[in-house]
Structure formats: C-alpha cells, structure tokens
C-alpha cells in the first residue's frame, strides 16, 4: 500500500478483508485493485456489488427552484436498498451531480475498523461523495472474481432495475398542468442518462461472458 494507507490501515493487519473493505468504502480504488491482485483470496463478490450499488445511489429532493442528486445508503441487499433508498428521497427535484455529503472518499481508516457490529452499521450509512459516479460501479464490479462474476452481474441488473422502478416511475403531483414539473423532469431525465449507462456497461459484461461460453463450448466440441 501506498505509505499514508499503510500507516492508517495498520490497525486492520490482523483482518485482511476489513483493509480492502476500507479501501473500497474510501475509495482508493487502484490500492484495492493492486491488494486484489496480489491477493485474490481477499475477494468478496458481495463487498464489492454492495459498494456498486452505493456508487450508483441517488435521493432525489424536491425543492421549489432547484435541487440535485445526492448520495443515499443502500442496505446490504442491492436492489432492495436502491428502491428504499430512491423511495425515501421522494419523487421530485432536478438532478446534477453533487460533491457535497457522505462519507465515502476522505478517510477510509476510519470508516471500517474491522468489528463486524460496527462495520455492518457503517455500510447500511456508508454513502459515497461522487455518487452517483457509472465509473466508481464500473471499477468495483471489474474487481470481482471471475468464479463469481455471473452472480455478481445478477446483481448489478437488479440494482440497476430497482433504480429504474424507483427514480423512472410515476412523478408525485405537480404544479404544471399535466401533473410534472420541469424540476422532476429534468431529474428523470439525467437519473435515466446514469441508469442507462450503467445497464449498458452489465450488458456489455453479460454479453461478453456469453461470448466466452460459447467460444468455449465450440472450442470443448471440436477437440472431442
């Protein structure tokens, strides 16, 4: 690890697994990746699509002028976090990408410390600054294991899905004549560029996986 995450996440020696969750969680992604790589004992498939769902997480707000995405905790099960999560932030609000809020990204030797009581509390609150961030949920699900990739990608449709349902689903009463606002509008339209991005990058990955199949499958046929 670099040297400040080695000093910081030394207290976390004894538990392995706990460092590369408190990378994940403060998103040092490339020092989890070399850990990973050296290690890939280390990983957890449903670490790693619990955080891709919090990248991905958004609460919509609704103000009277303007309001924008904000990151929202995700309990462990993926797509019923994202359908809570959306469903708690209401219906309405503009969207635009937000820097401020959550506790992801500053200080990672803190967030996780390695007792699983207090641990499971911080990642039903965890929330990452950058979310929702397509990139983050890309990096994340590209660390799982190959052996557990299928499950993982399962996953990730229906976080995807839950977003959709929650965030695309019918507008809360407005003030315009037809029932939704230019606000809630313009909110759908920007939490559909991010759902679509990130249903294009699992569809890319299941369509690639089901190429190796068959490239391997062909492959088994012709030597027998």
């Given at each position: ?8 996440l ?9 460092v ?8 040092q992604i490339t020092?989890?990746?070399?850990v ?7 990983k957890?498939a449903?670490m ?5 769902g919090?990248?991905l997480?958004m609460t919509?707000?609704?103000?009277t002028?303007?309001?924008?995405f904000?990151s929202?905790?995700?309990?462990p ?17 503009a969207?635009?990408s ?7 990204g ?20 965890h ?5 929702p ?14 052996a ?10 229906d976080i ?7 965030h695309?689903?019918?507008a809360?009463?407005?003030a315009s004549h037809y ?15 991010v759902?679509?991005d990130a249903?294009?990058h ?12 068959g ?5 088994a046929g012709a030597i027998?």
């Amino acid at each position: 690890l670099p040297t400040p995450w080695a000093s910081c996440l030394s207290h976390l020696a004894p538990t392995p697994a706990a460092v590369v969750e408190a990378l994940v969680a403060g998103m040092q992604i490339t020092s989890a990746r070399d850990v990973l790589a050296r290690f890939p004992q280390l990983k957890d498939a449903g670490m790693l699509v619990h955080y891709a769902g919090k990248a991905l997480a958004m609460t919509l707000t609704t103000t009277t002028s303007s309001s924008s995405f904000s990151s929202s905790s995700s309990p462990p099960s993926a797509a019923a976090t994202a359908a809570a999560a959306a469903a708690a932030g209401g219906n309405g609000g503009a969207a635009s990408s937000s820097s401020s809020g959550g506790s992801g990204g500053d200080a990672p030797m803190t967030s996780i410390t390695g007792v699983e009581d207090l641990d499971a509390a911080t990642r039903t609150t965890h929330r990452y600054r950058q979310a929702p961030s397509v990139p983050l949920f890309r990096a994340l699900l590209s660390m799982v294991s190959p052996a557990d990739a299928a499950a993982a990608n399962a996953a990730a449709v229906d976080i995807v899905s839950a977003l959709a349902a929650a965030h695309l689903g019918d507008a809360a009463p407005g003030a315009s004549h037809y029932g939704v606002t230019w606000t809630q509008l313009e909110c759908r339209l920007r939490a559909a560029a991010v759902l679509r991005d990130a249903a294009a990058h699992v569809r890319d990955t299941l369509e690639h996986e089901l190429h190796m199949l068959g490239a391997g499958a062909a492959a088994a046929g012709a030597i027998g």
